[in-house]
């Protein structure tokens, strides 16, 4: 079967992609996807913190980072309690997490943990893209990881999970 051809002089698209006119194109279209991904979160966060120690209005924001403060400030007691205070979800995940946002709570302090945990749940998923695309069989190129990283970020669906600090990143890395 013949290679899939270009539009230009019979060029397959494969050797236009491998061009390092191509992959500059690439890395700088998937730098500005990134960048406007972070930006779009950091606008997010600012103008509706998610936790109240972050600066949330609205003490009962139902975001996943507040239901694991929440958990984190019950682990003396129990986690697993229904809050009255909160009735929307209760704490599901195991009582690992929330002994891990305690310590980084007493460590941090609460105002730089609402800062650090949703960077901290961004890096985790660059990171597992990256580990991805890198660390098994063929070893895809920087340009290639930086558009996927972009993509990813622009889309809203990952944006609101990095917005509400939930936890899908890090269990994905």
């Not at 309690?81 to 305690?102: F, Q």
């Not at 558009?147 to 600090?165: E, K, M, P, S």
Request: hydrophobic residues 55%; glycine residues 10%; proline residues 6%.
């Amino acid at each position: 079967m013949q290679a899939v051809r270009g539009f230009i002089a019979g060029i397959s698209l494969g050797e236009v992609a491998d061009s390092r006119t191509a992959r500059i194109l690439i890395a700088v279209l998937g730098s500005m996807l990134c960048l406007i991904g972070a930006w779009a979160a950091a606008q997010a966060w600012i103008s509706d913190p998610p936790y109240p120690d972050a600066g949330a209005l609205d003490l009962n924001t139902y975001s996943d980072i507040d239901l694991y403060m929440r958990a984190a400030d019950a682990l003396h007691d129990n986690p697993y309690r229904p809050d009255p205070a909160a009735p929307l979800d209760r704490y599901g995940y195991p009582p690992l997490l929330a002994a891990v946002l305690a310590g980084l709570k007493a460590l941090l302090g609460p105002q730089a943990l609402g800062v650090f945990w949703p960077i901290f749940c961004a890096a985790s998923l660059v990171g597992a893209i990256v580990i991805f695309a890198r660390g098994f069989g063929v070893s895809t190129g920087w340009c290639w990881i930086s558009l996927l990283v972009g993509l990813a970020l622009i889309g809203r669906v990952v944006r609101l999970d990095i917005y509400h600090g939930q936890v899908n990143a890090i269990v994905l890395l």
